[in-house]
């Protein structure tokens, strides 16, 4: 199933596993469980840290899990995870055979501290590509904390499930049973709806933070341009951020970028961002301003108050809050949206 480039890069990526795991696949005799069957077996082939095992006893037929040998860490798929999924896969077999992660260690610390027992299913379409950073984020967060659990769904694979449940647009993610999210969300934002303590932490840490020189509020295109420019110039430079790459991060083809024929949002974003955090900038994620408060005559600063009660202050404020999609307000709206 994999061509001989994609073999020799998994070989190359496989090495960096520490930790040996184990795929253990719940088989039937479909066509789909035969093409998983060789799926794992070519993996299993490109590494001796990884072994398949056929004796799987999940409900769902095609699936298998992704297991650290000696330890209840593990993540499952159920379906055939290629496409856009592939790189969920990929990660999953680093994360789960001991490679770190490049999240912070203060959230990877925060999600060891969420209290508990969580087990989360996502349904995705190969062909979607908001949905690999969410299965990511979910495998990462089930890997590190052993209460939280973890499944993607491939809903072509398993549509009367899909429709049972009624998901209309994907990623569609569950919690015990109920929905939790749909549409893209990052790992900071699933940590912070499950981490209760989050807006007062956030709110104290912010409140102590020293005034800016320029502090650009959105974190779109505009906002990213404003801050380089600020920051290239040596003064202290803030953003704050509902979501870094705002409404950019939900457009799929984009063609009228100068200079660049074709790009994709989310991969524009990550470059976007990456460049930013090239200079001294002071990027706030999931920060959405309240309002503006007109600089006092004492110190000639003006203030950003934040949802969460903080207040940022600078001589400077951009405020490049971009666009967001329009809501009709006709039926079946949100239930179809993405």
């Not at 974003?269 to 002071?282: I, L, T």
Request: with cysteine; charged share 25%; hydrophobic share 40%.
């Amino acid at each position: 199933m994999l061509d001989a480039n994609l073999t020799a890069q998994l070989r190359t990526h496989l090495t960096k596993i520490t930790h040996p795991v184990e795929l253990v696949a719940s088989l039937d005799d479909s066509p789909k469980s035969a093409e998983l069957a060789g799926l794992l077996e070519e993996i299993a082939a490109t590494s001796d840290q990884v072994s398949v095992r056929r004796d799987g006893e999940d409900t769902r037929r095609p699936s298998f899990r992704i297991e650290r040998v000696g330890t209840d860490v593990s993540v499952a798929f159920a379906g055939v995870p290629l496409g856009h999924e592939f790189t969920s896969l990929v990660l999953a077999l680093l994360q789960v055979g001991g490679h770190p992660s490049t999240a912070s260690p203060e959230l990877l610390e925060t999600i060891r501290g969420l209290e508990g027992d969580w087990h989360f299913e996502t349904f995705v379409s190969l062909s979607c590509q908001n949905c690999p950073d969410v299965v990511q984020a979910l495998n990462l967060m089930s890997i590190v904390n052993p209460r939280i659990r973890h499944t993607m769904i491939d809903g072509a694979v398993f549509p009367d499930e899909a429709e049972a449940r009624g998901v209309m647009a994907v990623p569609t993610v569950f919690a015990g049973g109920e929905v939790f999210g749909q549409g893209r969300m990052t790992l900071e934002e699933i940590v912070a709806k499950l981490d209760t303590g989050s807006d007062e932490r956030d709110r104290e840490v912010l409140d102590a933070r020293d005034p800016f020189d320029v502090l650009v509020v959105g974190g779109g295109p505009a906002g990213s341009a404003a801050a380089i420019y600020a920051a290239r110039k040596g003064i202290r430079t803030g953003v704050a951020a509902e979501r870094f790459g705002g409404q950019v991060l939900d457009t799929m083809a984009i063609e009228n970028f100068i200079s660049v024929s074709h790009t994709e949002g989310p991969k524009l974003v990550s470059a976007m961002e990456q460049h930013v955090m090239e200079h001294e900038v002071d990027v706030m994620h999931r920060q959405r301003a309240r309002r503006l408060i007109p600089a006092t005559e004492a110190g000639g600063l003006v203030g950003v108050e934040l949802d969460n009660g903080a207040v940022l202050q600078s001589r400077t404020v951009v405020v490049a809050t971009g666009a967001g999609w329009r809501s009709l307000g006709v039926p079946g709206e949100q239930e179809y949206r993405n």
